[in-house]
DNA sequence: TAGTCAATATAGACACTGTCAATATCGCAG
DNA sequence: CTGCGATATTGACAGTGTCTATATTGACTA
């Protein structure tokens, strides 16, 4: 009794946020305007302030839900990938290569912080359990040297960040980004991991 | 007798320049609006399209202009940097860095392709010219192993451009950004050429 | 010197945008 | 049936980019 189908439209807000998730996914972030939401779900370009306070908050919202679909995915693809943690670690980079690639304008949303709110703390929630999850990973690799577990967490999701958002401004393409059949990305994840024997 | 100094205000594109560079650097990309550049230059809001077609081009000529400025520093500071290969390389991603936090809008512009033309010829030049500069360091590096050599520039750059730019989004803060007084960048690129022995 | 003309600047219009305030409507509690 | 809170509509306001018509400037030519 608490919250889907009551009033005038049914349930407008999930109306909404599916209909901003059309709009990102086929015209970027700034294809994303209330007015533009209000129409794609029949509504008054007024309406949505009832359920999103502003562009920001409805932004935010979306960004929090891709950081939730991440992480299932991650879950999904950990359950499958044995008890090495050196794979364990890999996956998580393939899984937000995969995400990047797949949903362009979603992923380069996340990063937005002139659009969405950083600050949010359910977005924050989110993101530190993801960051966490890779952290967990890394820990159980054994490895000779002594290197700060933070340190290569934050060296593999900034090398997996880097050239997703690169690669999704149009750089490193004339690279062709692939080498003897072996995608750029699978080289770059073999150099990275050959650090820590 | 080629452009500069004529007609009616004297050189507005310069002024308009250098007006949008102040309006990107206090308040990002999103406070440099054509109207917001004339009013700060002191002329009508349609005077600036005979100089910049429209914001488009204006941005794309700062990001161009901020290219050109990076490898200036590059050079530079490779000429101080003696003979070793790898600290060569290294020094190409704490020029990249140090320009980042500096000047944390001019950085996040370069990347925003729904606001620039990544197209356009003479950023592509400038772009090409920075990373092939890097490419030739990398090359000269002597390693036992074989790596393709384009793979290694474009990890290192991948790193350097995700760390920076996810550091400006706000992530990673809560890692306090400093190790046992090293700095965290620091720790990354040790473990970044400590892969090429 | 007078006149022409391209380059440049202005002013106004149009269609957008986000956000706010006033108003209207719906559906449930009493 | 009566409220009343939640929700939706409408209109307004100040912005925006870009286009068009108009005005001004300055240099070159006859």
Redesign the interface.
């Known amino acids: 009794m608490a919250d889907t189908k009551t009033f005038h439209h049914g349930d407008l807000k999930r109306v909404l946020f599916s209909a901003a998730m059309k709009l990102l996914d086929q015209h970027?972030?700034?294809g994303v305007t209330i007015r533009a939401v209000a129409r794609a779900a029949g509504v008054s370009h007024g309406a949505p302030v009832n359920h999103y306070k502003d562009r920001r908050a409805l932004l935010t919202a979306i960004a929090r839900h891709q950081f939730e679909l991440i992480r299932t995915r991650i879950d999904r693809a950990l359950e499958k990938a044995g008890n090495d943690p050196k794979i364990r670690a890999r996956v998580f980079a393939e899984i937000l290569m995969d995400f990047g690639f797949e949903f362009p304008h979603r992923y380069q949303l996340l990063?937005?912080?002139?659009l969405i709110d950083?600050?949010d703390p359910h977005l924050l929630t989110i993101?530190?359990a993801v960051y966490d999850q890779l952290c967990e990973e890394i820990a159980a690799i054994p490895s000779r040297?002594k290197?700060?577990k933070?340190?290569?967490a934050?060296?593999l999701?900034?090398?997996?960040?880097?050239?997703v958002?690169?690669r999704?401004?149009?750089?490193?393409v004339?690279?062709n980004d692939e080498?003897s059949g072996q995608p750029?990305r699978e080289?770059?994840l073999d150099?990275?991991f050959?650090?820590l024997n």
């Open positions: 970027g972030a700034g990063w937005r912080s002139d950083h600050e993101m530190d040297v290197i700060d933070d340190t290569i934050v060296s999701w900034s090398m997996v960040h880097g050239y958002d690169m999704l401004s149009g750089m490193f004339p690279l080498l750029r080289a770059m150099l990275f050959s650090t």
